[in-house]
């Protein structure tokens, strides 16, 4: 089945505990993104990939850092987590070709005390 | 930068027709997509302009206006599983995505 995956899917940490949320996609697309979401806000790019190697930073991507060392893998890192990224997060892929067709995940909750 | 707005809530009734606007801001994009989101699920996508005109995918069709910055995503024969927020997305290629805020539709029996 085609799908997103990312884990965990819901997560409580404290202030400054480095935390990575997994994404990993079988679809073999080349471009993946990271979302948050706030209630109020929509969906907010935080870095997008547009291939293994290539990053690039979104709209709010203080506080987070990424790596894409395998195309079906777009890992997102919390060094040091505060309070203000409590919120929900979203992994997409586009499907080659389909510019503005996004794929998502289920999404990350995560809780930072 | 870009930005997007759209009505915060929608109320329709069942079986009626419903049309969510959606205007932006850009210097420069290559379509606009629209997704939907049931509470506590992730956003599915719906349907994508590239070009002026409409697009009809099933119930749903969506339309866009280059020239007028605008767009909007119909839907007809409205079911009570459409409840849910609809939003709106530019598509800067490749790069940046901006959603909109998002439209909570209702529908009422």
């Known amino acids: 089945e085609a799908q997103v995956t990312q884990n965990p899917r819901y997560l409580i940490t404290v202030t400054g505990k480095k935390l990575t949320v997994t994404c990993s996609q079988n679809?073999?697309?080349?471009?993946m993104s990271w979302y948050r979401q706030d209630p109020g806000l929509g969906l907010r790019q935080i870095y997008y990939s547009m291939n293994v190697e290539v990053t690039d930073k979104g709209d709010v991507p203080e506080g987070y850092k990424v790596s894409r060392k395998e195309k079906r893998n777009f890992p997102l890192i919390l060094e040091s987590p505060s309070p203000n990224q409590t919120s929900l997060y979203f992994c997409?892929?586009?499907?080659?070709?389909?510019?503005?067709?996004?794929?998502f995940g289920p999404g990350t909750r995560l809780t930072v005390t | 930068g870009q930005s997007l707005e759209q009505p915060s809530e929608v109320t329709a009734v069942e079986g009626a027709i419903v049309q969510i606007n959606c205007t932006y801001q850009t210097s420069g994009f290559y379509g606009l997509s629209w997704y939907q989101q049931h509470d506590g699920g992730a956003p599915t996508f719906l349907s994508y302009n590239a070009l002026d005109g409409l697009e009809e995918t099933g119930r749903f069709s969506s339309f866009l206006s280059r020239s007028d910055s605008y767009g909007y995503l119909l839907l007809q024969e409205l079911q009570m599983k459409d409840s849910a927020s609809y939003f709106c997305a530019l598509s800067g290629g490749y790069q940046k995505v901006t959603f909109g805020t998002g439209t909570k539709l209702q529908v009422i029996p």
């Open positions: 679809m073999n697309h080349e471009y």
């Open positions: 997409a892929s586009i499907r080659t070709g389909a510019v503005g067709e996004q794929y």
